[in-house]
């Protein structure tokens, strides 16, 4: 039997294919500024067409650099929007030249410390942290020795670059266009009951947002207290089952405000199982702005966060922070926009 034979596309070949230089080929692929707009896609579109992968163990030999930055969250499978977060970053990394090492940690600071301490140091060249769990200290001290952007960590000086989503300025728009349709005995489904004095000790996104709809809600004498703020997992089925549990109990609300458009989507399946009519009965909100809320029915009203944005954010800073080493390098702190998306979950008359 004939074994298959392996046809190994080379830099010269991308070059060729582009009609290019061999060293214009590898700037374009590295994202150097030198190269045209023009002349980089061109390159970038023929190692697409191409299927060129880069011998990344001589580039590092040659370069000392591997063309490599890491990509850490907590989950994927469960959260669309980190798993949406990872393409864009993904995608606008190659468009850099870069590749891009993913690794999701389950929440678990042992094993975002060990990925990032065995495998984004030893063969990245610098890594974004999405949600990491890792504490401020670790993360500082991490910092110093190797590029880093944080999205959405802990509390942080500002010696780290961070991006940060507007967990409470949303929050504080969901619940206010709640109440704009009409809304005054409000739910908020996806976290623990805290205090508002313990919510703003916090840097934690869940508890950002709920700090977020206690005050708006307060702005309009509506109070959350314990009974109204319905803890449960970010994933559909626990949603689910938490409104499931609870409209059991009571359904004396009219608005309900999910900490996520996942969690969101396991209200509604839940209201509707019981014969609750969405807007009609209960209007609902949701935060993210996944692109699946527009196809439910109703549509899912939400705080819509542009990923490619984040990225975007994300991959500045780290390109900065990877150019200059720590003592020249000025952090920076980016605060990111939203969009409240109405739909027909709150289209109440």
């Known amino acids: 039997m004939r074994e298959a034979t392996t046809i190994v596309t080379t830099l010269d070949d991308v070059a060729g294919e582009a009609g290019v230089s061999r060293m214009t080929a590898s700037n374009a692929l590295r994202g150097k500024s030198s190269v045209k707009p023009a002349t980089a896609r061109r390159v970038l579109e023929a190692a697409q067409r191409l299927g060129y992968r880069p011998n990344l163990a001589a580039r590092r ?8 930055i890491g990509f850490s969250t907590v989950e994927l499978d469960r959260s669309p929007f980190s798993a949406a977060l990872a393409a864009a970053v993904s995608d606008q990394a190659f468009s850099m ?18 990925m990032v301490a065995d495998i984004a140091t030893q063969f990245c060249e610098g890594t974004i942290l999405s949600a990491p769990v890792l504490s401020a200290d670790s993360i500082a001290a991490l910092n110093r020795r190797y590029p880093l952007v944080v999205f959405d960590g802990p509390r942080l000086d500002s010696s780290v670059d961070t991006v940060r989503s507007p ?74 089952q938490a409104m499931a549990v609870l409209l059991t109990r009571r359904r004396d609300f009219d608005g309900v405000f999910a900490l996520t458009d996942v969690v969101a989507i396991g209200a509604l399946h ?16 949701g935060f993210d702005g996944l692109e699946v809320s527009r196809f439910l029915t109703p549509a899912l009203s939400t705080i819509r966060v542009d990923t490619d944005r984040v990225a975007a954010e994300c991959l500045r800073l780290l390109m900065a922070r990877m150019k200059d080493p720590p ?23």
Not at 182 to 189: K, N
Not at 270 to 285: D, T
Not at 330 to 341: A, G, I, N, R, S
């Open 61 to 68: 030999l040659s370069s000392g650099r591997s063309g490599i």
């Open 97 to 114: 030249g870069y590749q891009t090492l993913i690794q999701q940690t389950r929440q678990m600071a042992s094993y975002e410390s060990s």
């Open 167 to 240: 967990n409470r300025q949303g929050a504080q728009a969901a619940v206010e266009h709640l109440i704009d349709h009409g809304c005054r005995r409000i739910l908020v489904l996806g976290t623990a009951y805290k205090a508002p004095d313990q919510l703003a000790q916090t840097s934690l996104g869940r508890e950002q947002r709920l700090l977020g709809a206690m005050q708006a809600a307060q702005g309009h004498g509506i109070s959350l207290g314990s009974e109204d703020v319905v803890d449960c997992d970010w994933d559909q089925g626990s949603a689910d």
């Open 270 to 285: 839940a209201l509707g199982a019981h014969g609750v009519r969405v807007p009609e009965q209960v209007a609902l909100i």
């Open 327 to 349: 003592s020249r390098h000025q952090p920076e702190q980016v605060d990111l926009p939203f969009t409240l998306v109405e739909a027909g979950s709150t289209a109440r008359s």
